[in-house]
């Protein structure tokens, strides 16, 4: 009998892992047999690409077995791991820009007619060979810089199949692309499905799961609460999975009073980039900008910052037209700018909570031009406790913290600058369900206390849930504007692809 | 701070520091006369431009940058405070228009890479040749020599009877030390090597304090360039070729990084101090120069390797 169809062809037992003060993995369990599509499910620090990391050899597991076709297995690295079939496609593809498709497919391992000469005939045509087994219209020899998302993504997995993947995992490979592009992936995953590969599949987009899983495999804080053939599960049952309880104590909203204009934009332009943006920020509100990547949400926030350069437009902060031609600037005004990006945009991660939390007040902090070290240890201090950073002490770095906590730390820096109008790019982006829930209790405090918060999000439940008002961004423009009691999520998403004229405000 | 975070944040100048010193005792064992006052003053005494320098090129390497002009600037500082001295002008006045030349050279380093977007490696490097072939030119390839004992003083003098060089450098170290540790230029240094767009993003200006960070290594390289002049007696044009080179290993040696966002002035100091003592102790030994190069050479792979060993991180 094929052994294929009797034992998984990757079966995870008691996986654990742990990182500096988070259990990443506890006790997860899983099999992926050849053929199936098994979708992995959970919310964003459940666990899920720590389990692929472990996979495809990125990460070290610290306790567990890894069995391929029922024989336990030591991965020892990403190379051992493609030598051993298990694939990996990331959201950020791993391809060199500059090169053909075909020379990514085989990179480290091209045909060679001599020692260290390359045989770029045969190269040529085993790459296309497997990019027309795999039925896409991608021709081998074009530089991969000039091919649309969707077809580098072909590459990533045209490179992975030549490498004999058995198992291949795809990490939110749907996000960047369009729903042709979306229906021609589908047809290459039943393609590859029917050759015996396993396909692990992670997506946030839940319809798409019914459309493509077989089974699916729901991870919450790292450990394993269940899995269902897809055709035995509903919608409801694996949210109620995946957050472990109802959806309503998830976003607990507080209305604050609405006091005086905080932040006034006027046609704000920047050519190709932003078109007559238009919309006012009043203290004690919430405001939610939706809109999909690429729509303009962060460039305006980069814009209104004085990060990017504009190309006209006024600015008004607390009622007074202003000129904020860099981030000092509106710093200086009482902008705080939270960014979608912490690891490269919000936080130095080699300097300490308390360096990075006074950073933007160093100035301010010092006499003289002398640093009042007091000073800075008592505003970290005060930031410590208000926040519940959970951090051994004022000096320990940053890069050392869980991804909440890192929020935290770039919140305490725009509390330190006695910030009033803040604008959070993605707040709860990477970051677990407890700490989501503790980010939107601060931002209710910053409310109450009379800021105003601009709140960038690309999960709608989390802009319905948090907002007073909404603002969709489409190409660039405010293609819609509401209230809270009368926003959906559907209206959301029809402004957002730009098929609603704008509401009154 | 606790002691445990006092020894993670000094730990890796504690293990240079016991580098050196291993070095010393066995340089001890071999050769009784290293560990002798007038030695060691001697070792302080040939470290202290090589320290001088390194210390602009610290500031530089934390800042996530690099100079390679330092060399160059040590000459051209050198001869235009030379020939202002032999055409009578007032020591002090002649020292001042040095540091200046210095200080102008770094600064338009700075601008080049800041507001002309260039990499440092480029621009120092263009800036490296164009001042030598600048002390060159204004020197006619000749020397200038011959000075009064009271520029002299700098490189012969003694406070407390510790030698003028050696004070010199101990003051530029604790004000750099202070600098970088007590001042928001210094706290900048770190973070714009560690994250220049976080660093931006919370309102650094980056681009002033880097031209600044450039005219400050400028300024140091004609410091040294003016204890250099005085001790040889004389302001060559090929004065100072490879000393980036030693003031840059002086600086890895020392724990920075070349990343940037790492790195510390004591560091340095003990850095610079390991190639003086092991430059000393080779020529006490009677080691040819060649063998020198090779063991010099050896030292810095070593502190490097050794360094990484330790901070890997686990998988």
Known sequence: ?505 | MKPREFLAHSGRQFGTLVGLFALCAVLWALTPHFLTVSNLLNVAQQTSINAVIAVGLTFVIISGGIDLSVGSLVAFSGVVTASLLQRTVPVPLALLAGLMTGLACGLVNGLLITFGRLPPFIATLGIMSVARGGSLLYTNGRPVSGFGEDFRWIATGEILRVPVPVVIMIVVYAIAHFVLRRTPFGRYLFAMGGNEEAALLSGVRVRLHKTLVYGVCGLLSALAAVMLTARLNSAQPIAGINYELDAIAATVIGGASLLGGQGSVVGTLIGALIMGVLRNGLNLLGVSSFIQQVVIGAVIILAVLLDTAFKRPKR
């Open chain 1, 1 to 505: 009998m094929n052994p294929a169809l009797t034992v998984p062809a990757l079966a995870l037992r008691g996986i654990r892992k742990e990182f500096p003060g988070v259990v990443a993995l506890d006790g997860v369990d899983l099999d992926l047999w050849a053929g199936e599509v098994h979708v992995l499910l959970g919310e964003n620090g459940a666990g899920k690409s720590t389990l692929m990391k472990i996979i495809s050899g990125a990460v070290a597991r610290d306790a567990g077995e890894v069995l391929l076709d029922g024989v336990p297995i030591e991965i020892r690295g990403p190379r051992h791991a493609q030598a051993l079939g298990l694939g990996i496609i990331y959201q950020e593809f791993n391809l060199i820009p500059h090169l053909t498709a075909g020379e990514n497919i085989f990179l480290g391992r091209e045909p060679r007619l001599l020692a260290g000469v390359i045989d770029q005939r045969a190269l040529v045509r085993a790459a296309q060979k497997i990019l027309d087994e795999l039925g896409v219209a991608i021709d081998a020899r074009s530089v991969v810089s000039r091919l649309s998302v969707a077809q580098q993504q072909m590459v990533e997995v045209a490179k992975a199949l030549s490498l004999n993947a058995r198992v291949l995992m795809m990490d939110e490979p749907t996000s960047a692309l369009t729903e042709q592009e979306i229906r021609e992936l589908f047809a290459t995953i039943a393609r590859l499905k029917a050759r015996g590969v396993a396909l692990v599949y992670i997506s946030h987009r839940m319809e798409e799961l019914f459309v493509i899983g077989d089974r699916v495999t729901v991870l919450r804080d790292g450990r394993h609460v269940g899995t269902r053939p897809i055709g035995e599960t509903t919608m409801p049952e694996l949210v109620r999975l995946m957050v472990g309880r109802d959806l309503k104590d998830q976003f607990p909203k507080q209305t604050a009073p609405v006091g005086d204009e905080a932040l006034r934009v006027e046609g704000l332009r920047r050519h190709g980039v932003l078109h007559d943006i238009n919309f006012t920020l009043r203290r004690g509100e919430v405001v939610g900008l939706a809109g999909l990547m690429g729509s303009g949400r962060t460039e305006l926030a980069r814009a209104v910052f004085g990060a990017d350069p504009v190309d006209g437009g006024r600015i008004f902060v607390g009622g007074h037209e202003r000129q904020i031609g860099s981030p000092r600037a509106a710093i200086d005004l009482g902008l705080g700018f939270l960014t979608e990006d912490r690891k490269h945009q919000g936080l130095v991660l080699g300097l300490s909570v308390q360096e990075n939390t006074c950073l933007p007040s160093v100035g301010a902090f010092s006499r003289f031009g002398v640093m009042q070290v007091a000073q800075e240890s008592a505003a970290t201090a005060a930031r410590i406790a208000e926040l519940r950073i959970k951090t051994p002490g004022p000096h320990q770095r940053v890069g050392t913290l869980s991804g909440g906590n890192q929020q935290k730390v770039v919140l305490g820096k725009w509390l330190t600058t006695e910030a009033d109008v803040f604008i959070f790019d993605e707040p709860t982006r990477g970051i677990d369900v407890g700490a989501k829930v503790e980010i939107y209790q601060l931002i209710n405090q910053l409310a109450a206390r009379g800021a105003a918060v601009l709140m960038i999000s690309s999960e709608l439940p989390e802009i319905l849930g948090m907002s007073d008002r909404i603002l969709v961004m489409h190409a660039g423009r405010i293609a819609g504007e509401f209230t809270a009691a009368e926003a959906t999520q559907e209206k959301l998403l029809a402004a957002a692809l730009g098929r609603a004229g704008r509401h009154a405000a």
